[in-house]
């Protein structure tokens, strides 16, 4: 009886489950194929494969826009800012986890408020900032703010993992001689890989996937990011759905691929800030 | 006085460490925001906003005329579009998580892979992907509901009023679903088998287990997904933006502070077309605050009723 009623408990579960997958992947499919069909064929039956597979999309997508260039300028920007947030925060972090004052708790709790307040709020200042420095409709105008909005989560998940570095380590290090930059670099540091990781995922996904910043400070063809230029594009070819589609596809398949890859770390890196916040 | 007897105070070395990242985290997150509040004090043209005004923003906000019709109908959606948030994504997350948690399951690792997979899509293209799905032409959810034979219920699904908000708060649930499911799945799965197997051989049925044992020892991730819903929602903008437009259509039902803010102080209310960032500083302010105090709120909600005793 009893098993018999687990039993059922478990099919039940797979029908929620397998429900919502299909919930998920349907959309994400039906993107994906037509972006392989003519407009036409996209019509006629759009839930199957293609007949006739075509790349019209992908090429017109590459050859007709700038959208290579887009896609340059999101590497480059997503790229810099991660490099810069994980330099800046681990710097700050190690100084906190090491020096037990109150100075170092006020920075952190600092540091910790960002976390909870969106730098959006601001905006209307970084605006008249990043005009004042000449950086309006720039790209480079946005590392600034990437970093400064990645410096919480960073600062968070990096202290609290530098804090579990045995003192032992460090302490041998100091007896050798080695200065605290030294044991900075070579002991901690690589100790702390997973953790680097983790905010490196959480800001890969928040600036590569940001339109708000791109949106209210670029306006030029050369600036735009990639997620900018999906908004332009969609208004631009409204009815073109073959070329729209790809448009997305091609937006969205290096994140989506990087994620299918490392699941693990990047659910970890998503909820990092929640979990424990 | 010679330099030897006067020594100044010695500054840690580690405050060169925090220096660096700590002014560029000053100059361009707490500096920035700290000015756009004092900004919604003052008025002015363009880049210009020099006159002192002193809380006139605020009640042509809060009480004049078109202006303040817009915003609270902005401030209205925005907590139909957070309790949409509350009640489905986080109902469904909680029971995703619960039916995860269960090592009977097989392919548990699939699942969650695949429910976490849209929170890694950019909001634009989850925004414009539903947006085709739920075209009236084309639209593959009319066509769907067509083949099952409930043809006679596909709606031009974003041009209803009323309808459209609600829709657009449904899609926003289908990204993010996986972070509540994973908040609760790593909540439930930190709790002791014991309790289970005590609760067993008392012979538990399995609502006492979830209203006894786990929900309130994931009570305290309730408020955390609680607050992290009220701060996405309360500063929502893409999928609006993306799904409607930055006027909130059909007849601003589907316009939220996010978009308000972003017409009114960055590019312009239709059909002046000119910005005016006093006006809209003031919005971002209002934003601050309703956050600042709902999380307040939800911290002691979320603390106190944690424990039965």
Redesign the interface.
Known sequence: MAAVQ?RG??IG??I??SV??I??????W??VINSFKSKLA??RS??GLPDQWTLDGYLSVFSRSSFPRYFFNSIAITTISIAGIII??S??A???A??K?R??TA?FL??LA?M??????????????L?NLGLLDQLIGLL??Y???G??IG?FVLTEFMRTVPPELTQSAYIDGAG?FRI?WQIVLPLTRPAMATVAIFNL?VL??D??FPL?FIRSESQRTL?LG??RL?GQYQTD?TL??ST?TV??VP??LL??LM?KQ??AG??AG??K? | MTARSFRLPRI????W??L???L??T???????F??LQ?SLYTGSG?QIDTFVGFDNYRRLLTEGEVSQRFWGAFGHTWVFFAVHMIVQNS?GL??AL??S?E??KGR?????????????????TG???K??LNPQ?G?VN?MLEAVGLGAFAQPWLGIEGVSLVVISLVSS?QWV??PT??FL?ALQAISGDLFEAADIDGAS?WTTFSRIKLPLIWPMMG??A??TF?NNF?A??VV??MAGANGPPNYSSDIL?TY??RV??AGEHPVGIPD?GL??AV??I??VV?FVG?LVMRTVFQSDGTDD
């Open positions: 687990v408990r478990r579960s797979h929620i489950l919502w997958s919930l998920v992947l349907i959309p994400l039906i993107m996209i019509y759009p839930f800046l925060a710097l700050a190690y100084a906190i090491r020096w004052s100075v170092s920075v600092f540091f960002g909870m307040i969106p730098i959006r709020i601001g905006s209307i200042n970084l605006l008249m900032i005009r600034p703010i970093i400064a909005m410096m919480p600062v605290d900075f996904v590569w996937n339109l708000w209210i997620m999906v908004t969609f759905w729209i589609l997305l937006a969205t994140i989506v994620y299918v699941a990047f659910i998503l909820t929640a979990v916040g | 840690p070395v580690w405050i460490y925090m660096p990242g700590l560029v985290y100059a361009f997150m707490a500096v920035p925001l000015k756009s900004l880049f469904l029971l995703f039916l995860l269960s009977a399951i690792a699939l699942y969650r892979t695949i429910i976490f997979i849209p929170a890694t899509l950019a909001i634009v293209v414009f992907l539903w085709l799905l084309w593959a066509l289908w996986g972070i994973m908040i790593s399995s955390v997904v607050i992290l701060t500063n903008f893409d933006f993306a996010g803010f972003y102080g960055i960032m809209g500083a971002a302010s934003i601050f956050l999380v």
